[in-house]
């Protein structure tokens, strides 16, 4: 089983539907991520969380919305979808304290929006 | 906050011949850079990394080189083989003191083709 699990994997939607997408991690990691990725712009950090009780907002925040139920879940919502929504999305972990800053990426979710 | 430039955005190489991607990054504070592949379907992984008190790495086939005074860092792949067909991003990040980087900033990629 992947250490990092995302559901769904794919998603269509409409627009103005709530959607959320679910990450759950096996790796004991503190901290949590939601990425986006668009062709042509790379990975760009949405939400991100150091422990339960920390939400941080990322670079493209706005629209996007997040919950930390547990250490090892990370939801990631959209209120509202809208067309420009449509990417791919990331949920990502990593260690706390010493140790390399790796990220432990999930298989992505592809989201849709019509 | 932190900027990544990262070229060429396409990369066709010979099967065999080295490829070389390059990032340049704007904050001289950040002091670790990773780089991540990214195989069709699948999510990011961690292939190498370097950290600003080091100038250069090595893992089999592929190098990591940092010019911290010109802030700029290069992925090198020598004798590519069809399996280093991906994507490739460079990153940065600040590792602080007590660990863990504070989230990374990635540059846009770069799609490796090897030609048979």
Redesign the interface.
């Known amino acids: 089983d992947a250490d990092?699990t995302q559901t769904p994997r794919n998603r269509i939607t409409k627009t103005g539907k709530r959607i959320m997408l679910e990450c759950s991690q096996t790796k004991g990691h503190d901290?949590m991520?939601w990425y986006r990725q668009d062709p042509?712009?790379?990975?760009?950090?949405i939400y991100?969380s150091?422990d339960v009780k920390d939400i941080n907002k990322?670079?493209i925040s706005d629209g996007y919305s997040v919950s930390r139920q547990a250490q090892a879940k990370f939801s990631l919502s959209l209120e509202s979808a809208i067309p420009n929504q449509t990417a791919l999305y990331?949920c990502?972990t990593?260690?706390?304290?010493?140790?390399?800053?790796?990220?432990f990426?999930?298989?992505?979710s592809r989201l849709t929006v019509l | 906050?932190e900027n990544v430039e990262?070229h060429p955005?396409t990369l066709s190489v010979q099967e065999g011949d080295s490829a070389v991607i390059k990032c340049t990054y704007s904050d001289s504070a950040s002091n670790?850079f990773?780089w991540?592949k990214q195989e069709l379907?699948?999510?990011?992984?961690?292939i190498i990394?370097i950290r600003s008190n080091v100038g250069e790495k090595k893992d089999q086939r592929i190098a990591v080189t940092l010019n911290k005074t010109a802030k700029h860092f290069s992925l090198h792949i020598t004798e590519t083989q069809p399996e280093d067909s991906a994507v490739y991003?460079c990153a940065a990040?600040i590792?602080f003191l007590?660990?863990?980087?504070d989230?990374?900033?990635?540059?846009?990629?770069t799609h490796l083709i090897i030609q048979p």
Request: hydrophobic share 30%; no cysteine; glycine share 30%.
């Open positions: 990092v901290r991520y042509g712009l790379g990975l760009r950090l991100y150091f990322g670079e990331f990502a990593s260690e706390q304290g010493f140790g390399s800053g790796e990220l990426f999930g298989e992505g | 906050g990262q955005s670790y990773p991540y379907g699948k999510g990011p992984q961690l990394d991003f990040s590792i007590g660990g863990g980087a989230g990374l900033t990635f540059g846009k990629g």
